[in-house]
Nanobody, 123 residues
Framework: QVQLGESGGGLVQAGDSLRLSCAAS????????MGWFRQAPGKEREFVAAISWLGSNTYYLDSVKGRFTISRDNGKNTVYLQMNSLKPEDTAVYYC????????????????WGQGTQVTVSS
């Protein structure tokens, strides 16, 4: 069982940066693929970024490549999403999730989810 809790969201202006954190409970954190997803009002939840167990592999949504960076600290049971050059279209609730699969970018393959943190980017 893994419990996840996101923090770091807020209201910022276009071009600003935010760092989201996701703290996980459980001693097996290091065995999960971790992902960030987001959901804007009226839209489906979409994949943003994922990182493998040891952090050696990462993958991003095309529209955030070069602006967002996912990282993890298994010693602290925490995954991060550094978001730079934020745009109004990045406005959404951001969720972190854990997958027991070796690798996944598909929401229904993630077993555990946090409650989400709101990110709002004004123009």
């Amino acid at each position: 069982q893994v419990q996840l809790g996101e923090s770091g969201g807020g209201l910022v202006q276009a071009g600003d940066s935010l760092r989201l954190s996701c703290a996980a409970s459980g001693r097996t954190f290091g065995t999960y693929t971790m992902g960030w997803f987001r959901q804007a009002p009226g839209k489906e939840r979409e994949f943003v970024a994922a990182i493998s167990w040891l952090g050696s592999n990462t993958y991003y949504l095309d529209s955030v490549k070069g602006r967002f960076t996912i990282s993890r600290d298994n010693g602290k049971n925490t995954v991060y999403l550094q978001m730079n050059s934020l745009k109004p279209e990045d406005t959404a609730v951001y969720y972190c999730a854990a997958s027991a699969r070796h690798w996944s970018t598909t929401p229904n393959e993630y077993n555990y989810w946090g409650q989400g943190t709101q990110v709002t980017v004004s123009s």
